[in-house]
């Protein structure tokens, strides 16, 4: 099984730092994805990746950047953290559309 | 764009059968999936089924699609405890090209099941 590791399980920021968001995959997939989870909102795609240095926006990139320099790893960066980014991260890996393997997530607090 | 809706809770009794629904916009060749995330975790991906197929079965677990109405269950055989988990549905266009990548989620539907 393709596992997925991210950085942080929990991480608390203060407004306006600059925040990494790390992610591993160790099954030399081509293809990761950075989404949000809200209650009630459920996922949203921010952005993806289907190969080294290459990155599509998802649906709400704003306020996000991604950086992807090696093919294991995808980071998400939020460049001046608001507190309506508070929210659970979750980084996903996979050869196709049909293997998005998921990590643990990180929930990040920003105060 | 594309759409897809859920209920956002489920409640049953152990041992009876879950039915959980989803209902979808996109018109055109599409994927379709269901993921299971159980608290604290990561999304878990449980099966999927082309628009061409109305039915897929793996041991517990059976899909229905109905195509004319954009509508996919998931059905649950013998609900365990351990079932219980939040189920989210997506959907993602056939064909090649970076935009086949991406999935849409319904909102997920939270599954109770009462001892």
Redesign the interface.
Known sequence: DVK?TQSSRYLVKRTGEKVFLECVQDMDHE?M?WYRQDP??????IY?S?DVKMK?K?DIPEGYSVSREKKERFSLILESASTNQTSMY?C?AGR??????????TRLTVT | GEDVEQSLFLSVREGDSSVINCTYTDSSSTYLYWYKQEPGAGLQLLTYIFSNMDMKQDQRLTVLLNKKDKHLSLRIADTQTGDSAIYFCAESPAGSGAGSYQLTFGKGTKLSVIP
């Open positions: 997925v293809n994805f009630g909102l459920g996922l949203r795609l993806f289907y599509e998802g979750l996903a196709g559309v049909h293997e998005q393997y998921f990590g643990p997530g």
